[in-house]
């Protein structure tokens, strides 16, 4: 139910049926992690950050919770302290991953550290080379470092590819 409610934009019967799954079930962490997802989506994003706490207190070593939070802090709460934590905990779970690669240098990026987040956008956009908002990150990794070329390219890439994603308008400046 709760899929065909996602598939037709009905976010909040998506979020009261798993609220409902929840209470039966504390322990749920499909439901509560789809909360995290819904929430977002609707941008509140505090909620969303709510239900990824929550799931990260069910199991610390939860990637997606720790992931999704370093990403809500870093781009949405304004906590990047806190980001470059559970970032760099994603980080050495999971450090084959393009997308936990991609949030870490993202948040190395906003800490001014572009030198150790160029490595890692590198390394994400290779593996995630149709990913806009990858492409986008690094773009803008390599316009801080004074790489013209390299981040002409890469914004390129981002504006090209079908993906929208929420920095589009400044990738095009």
Known sequence: LVSVYV???QLPQAISELE???QKNP???????MIGFIYDKQQNYEKSRDAYEKLLALNPESVIALNNLAYLYSDRLNRIDRAYELAQKARG???ADGSVA???GWVLYKRGDYQQALQLLQ???GKL???PEVQFHLGMTYSMMGQAEPARSALQNAIASSGDFPDKAEAQR
Do not use: E, H, R, Y
Request: cysteine-free.
């Open 129 to 131: 080379k149709d990913d």
């Open 102 to 104: 991609d949030t870490l």
């Open 27 to 33: 322990k749920n962490a499909a439901a509560i992690t």
């Open 123 to 125: 390394d994400s956009a």
């Open 20 to 22: 409902a799954m929840v």
């Open 7 to 9: 598939a037709a934009n």
């Open 93 to 95: 779970l999971q450090p």
